[in-house]
């Protein structure tokens, strides 16, 4: 079992910056494959970025490309989420999961571990 903590959310202006992290505990962090997503009110959870299964590549969504960039750091077990270029669009509850299947990265019915999320709030 794996146990997720995000944190570093928080009220920030438009085209501010904000970093989330993401600890993981349970499991060789080496090992675990993670992913952001992201949930407004009345929304679905809704795919952010996630590494490839190998760890190779980075994929981002279309809404997020260019300004987020994820990361990680295996020696603190911990996963990054930069966030640049904020626009209040990008509000929301912000997720890191465990993905469980090395096929598919972008929906949330791939990943079996959640944390408990952060909320970021961009204001205008």
């Known amino acids: 079992q794996v146990q997720l903590v995000e944190s570093g959310g928080g009220l920030v202006q438009a085209g501010g910056s904000v970093r989330l992290s993401c600890v993981a505990s349970g499991r060789t962090f080496s090992t675990i494959r993670l992913g952001w997503f992201r949930q407004a009110p009345g929304k679905e959870r809704e795919f952010v970025a996630a590494?490839?299964?190998?760890?190779?590549?980075?994929y981002y969504s279309d809404s997020v490309k260019g300004r987020f960039t994820m990361s990680r750091d295996n020696t603190k077990n911990t996963a990054y989420l930069q966030m640049n270029s904020l626009k209040p669009e990008d509000t929301a509850v912000y997720y890191c999961g465990t993905r469980k299947t090395p096929e598919k990265y972008d929906s949330a019915d791939l990943y079996d571990y959640w944390g408990q999320g952060t909320q970021v709030t961009v204001h205008s």
């Open positions: 590494t490839a299964w190998n760890g190779g590549r980075t």
